[in-house]
């Protein structure tokens, strides 16, 4: 064993000491940056805004839990409030009647009518498999909202100016999904790095 110049086997453990405080100070540093962000913006295009484009990252196998208690949309002003909701399936959505008439839901693709319900009571559906699906009032026709299934615990809703950012993603390839009620969608494979920030710039073209 080669001796370090000039110190004594003392001083050695405390450098050691002093080295392996460094060294966990790092290995912390590093468990806080394993997952990734996935931010940008949505442009769609022939829109006058880009907000209310859903962006969802997706893997094969992710683990989605639902949200302990129903997710709530509300009836208000003879709108349904927020326009879009995101949920893992398995989630319950609250529909909350918040106007002086009656109001009622239901859904083409989802094959549900929830019935009629009165000013302040509410009605609830769970929506078991992924998908798009419309929610119509058939008391009053420009009602329109949607509840959008998908199986990652990672996704946003653009905001007014089309940015989004999705944080906590774990290190791997996915499959980014943008969609907006009135276009087709898009579809784009990324990798995500943990402790890294990936910018999208998302077009929707169809
Ligand atoms: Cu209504």
């Not at 989630?91 to 859904?107: A, K, Q």
Request: include cysteine.
């Amino acid at each position: 064993m080669t001796a370090w110049p000039g110190s004594n086997p003392a001083s050695r453990v405390v450098q050691c000491l002093v080295l392996a405080s460094v060294l966990t100070l790092v290995a912390v540093d590093l468990g806080g940056a394993e997952t990734g962000t996935v931010r940008g913006s949505v442009v769609v295009k022939g829109q006058k805004s880009n907000a209310d484009a859903v962006v969802s990252i997706e893997a094969p196998g992710l683990k989605v839990t639902p949200a302990p208690e129903p997710v709530k949309i509300d009836q208000k002003g003879f709108r349904f409030i927020p326009h879009i909701t995101v949920i893992v399936p398995g989630t319950t959505v609250r529909f909350l009647n918040n106007d002086p008439e009656p109001h009622n839901v239901y859904s083409p693709e989802g094959r549900y009518n929830l019935g009629t319900w009165p000013t302040g009571a509410t009605r609830d559906h769970t929506f078991d498999k992924p998908g798009v699906y419309t929610q119509l009032c058939n008391i009053h026709p420009d009602m329109l909202a949607y509840v959008v299934v998908v199986e990652t615990p990672y996704f946003a809703v653009t905001d007014s100016t089309g940015s989004f950012e999705v944080e906590g993603v774990p290190p791997g390839k996915y499959l980014v999904w943008a969609w907006h009620e009135k276009k087709d969608g898009l579809e784009r494979e990324i990798t995500v790095e943990g402790g890294q920030v990936l910018d999208l710039d998302l077009v929707i073209e169809r």
